[in-house]
């Protein structure tokens, strides 16, 4: 069975950082396709950070650029946000997701997850003074 577990999200300042990580199970984050993405209230999900099949390109939401970095850790099966330098507009609910899948950027998937295969319950992200 697979399961995504995101965990690291809370309530950080504006100009706060925050680590999401997303451990994975039932199978091996080695060469998948993997990614972040945020919903915030009244709007559509959106790609932050996501990497593809055996880290061949990688893409940030413009807004998030030299601030977030995805990474994952094969030994640990767990991928990381690393969110730094945080604004009020980062906030929402940042959901992980991830499969073997072999499709590059070219099919837009990095922009709101269409089709990939399993994804974390979601972890809430709130930056306010």
């Known amino acids: 069975q697979v399961q995504l577990v995101e965990s690291g999200g809370g309530l950080v300042q504006p100009g706060g950082s925050l680590r999401l990580s997303c451990a994975v199970s039932g199978f091996s984050l080695e060469h998948a396709r993997i990614g972040w993405f945020r919903q915030a209230p009244g709007k559509e999900r959106v790609g932050v950070a996501c990497i593809s099949n055996r880290d061949i390109a990688t893409y940030y939401l413009d807004s998030v650029k030299g601030r977030f970095t995805i990474s994952r850790d094969n030994a640990k099966n767990t991928m990381y946000l690393q969110m730094n330098n945080l604004k009020p507009e980062d906030a929402g609910v940042y959901y992980c997701?991830?499969?073997?899948?072999?499709?590059?950027?070219?099919?837009?998937?990095?922009?709101?997850?269409?089709?990939?295969?399993?994804w974390g319950k979601g972890t809430v992200v709130t930056v306010s003074s």
């Open positions: 997701a991830a499969d073997q899948k072999v499709m590059d950027f070219r099919s837009g998937w990095y922009r709101g997850g269409a089709n990939l295969d399993y």
